[in-house]
Each structure stands twice: as structure tokens, then as C-alpha cells.
């Protein structure tokens, strides 16, 4: 994916999306990745999301944030966050810096794109300059030490997926993580005081769960299919 090809392989999974009408719009209790970071996160100035899709979780804080931002690579979803109301433009990350000034945000989200960045750690680092010195990140990203991803791996021989996309190898992942990867990245990236949730456990009754001691961690790194990571700019 070089050379813009990234873009188009993100077009063609939203123009996907839209034929099987399966374009999200409107937020939907449930999406469990929504739900948690809302939970999460605190009230502010100015949120940027970055991947923001069509701008559910954007939309969702306008009451918490005076100024609600978004970025994507899809020129799809833009289209919609930008009739919610969100300040979103459609821009590559992986090809130029993002189009903020230093210390300009209060909490920066990306849920589940930092697979798709081709340097994970110089993307980090963006986050971290437009961030304001008491500011926060919110990440999430597939969880490669499930049960059942594991057991994929080295009783069936085959690399576990993550995503669901079916258009281009693994929906266009390019990288893979475990939580100790994600923690080197954000120290690394200048980030600090960081707290980890798991979410979308299998089996379900898991998620009843503590989050706290020697259960929460084991919860966390065997069966979550995803890590949440809240870390403050150091």
C-alpha cells in the first residue's frame, strides 16, 4: 500500500460498505468500542478522532467538547461526519503531518486504526505534538494474545485475522500488537500513566469480570479480542 494506494484500498472498503448497506450513521448502543470509550472519555475543549469513519463518536461528545474534529482517508464517511456537525476533513496520515498546530487538542481518540499506519510509532508521535501538555490519547487495537488467536496460530498453522473488511489482505492491516507492544510504542511516542481495558471478550461472561488484580490482567491479555489504552502525554 504505497504511494496512495492506501487511500483507494479505504475508498474501496467504504464503497463496499455502502452496496451491502452496511455504512454506520447513527450511533448504536452496543458497539462496544463506542460504549467504552465514552465511558472514558472526559469532558474537554477540543477532541480530535482520528479515523473518525462517519463520525458516531465525534457526534456523541459535541456536548462534552466545544469543538468536535475528525480525520479519515475515506472521502465516504467524511462526507457524513461533516453533515453531523463534526470539523472532519479527509487526510492520510501516512503521507503528510496532521493539519493542526502544536498543543491544539485536548484528547486525541484512535480506535482500531493504528494497525494501518506504516510507521505506528511516528504516527504516535503527531498525536503527541498536537496534544497539549495535560492532554490524553485514547487508543484501541486488535489484541494478538487471545485464546483463540493463539491456538489459530500454532495448532491450525494459519496467522489469525482482525479484521473483518474482506477487501484487500486482512481488510489492509499491516501490523500486529500485544498490549507490551502498544505500552513500548506510547512510552516511546512520549505518553505516560497508562490504563488498559479489554473489550469484545469471548466467551461473554467474561466481560463480567473484574478489570482489577491478577483476574483483570489475564482477562485483558487472553480473552479480549481488543486492548483500549488511555495514556496522558508525558
Not at 34 to 41: E, F, H, K, P, S
Not at 178 to 204: H, M, T
Not at 212 to 225: D, P, S, T
Request: glycine share 8%.
Amino acid at each position: 500500500m504505497l504511494n496512495g494506494r492506501d487511500k483507494n484500498q479505504f475508498d474501496r472498503v467504504w464503497q463496499k460498505k455502502a452496496e451491502q448497506d452496511a455504512v454506520p450513521r447513527v450511533y448504536q448502543p452496543g458497539n462496544e468500542r463506542v460504549d467504552q470509550a465514552l465511558r472514558i472519555i472526559p469532558p474537554g475543549n477540543r477532541f480530535l478522532d482520528i479515523g473518525c469513519g462517519t463520525g458516531i463518536l465525534a457526534e456523541m461528545l459535541k456536548e462534552r467538547y466545544t469543538e468536535v474534529h475528525g480525520v479519515d482517508i475515506a472521502e465516504m464517511p467524511v462526507q457524513i461526519a461533516c453533515q453531523k456537525g463534526v470539523q472532519a476533513l479527509v487526510h492520510n496520515l501516512n503521507a503528510a503531518p496532521l493539519p493542526y498546530e502544536d498543543q491544539y487538542f485536548d484528547l486525541v481518540s484512535m480506535l482500531s486504526v493504528i494497525q494501518y499506519f506504516y510507521d505506528p510509532g511516528e504516527a504516535l508521535q503527531e498525536v503527541n505534538r498536537v496534544l497539549k501538555p495535560s492532554g490524553a490519547l485514547l487508543l484501541a487495537a486488535p489484541n494478538m494474545r487471545t485464546y483463540w488467536r493463539i491456538g489459530k496460530l500454532a495448532l491450525l498453522g494459519t496467522f489469525p485475522r482482525t479484521s473483518l473488511d474482506s477487501v484487500g489482505y486482512d481488510g489492509g492491516t499491516l501490523h500486529y500488537f500485544c498490549l507490551r507492544d502498544l505500552v513500548n510504542l506510547l512510552e516511546e511516542a512520549g505518553f505516560q500513566s497508562i490504563d488498559v481495558v479489554g473489550i469484545r471478550c469471548l466467551p461473554g461472561f467474561v466481560s463480567h469480570l473484574t478489570d482489577k488484580w491478577v483476574i483483570g490482567a489475564l482477562k485483558r491479555e487472553l480473552f479480549c479480542a481488543e486492548l483500549m489504552v488511555y495514556a496522558r502525554k508525558g
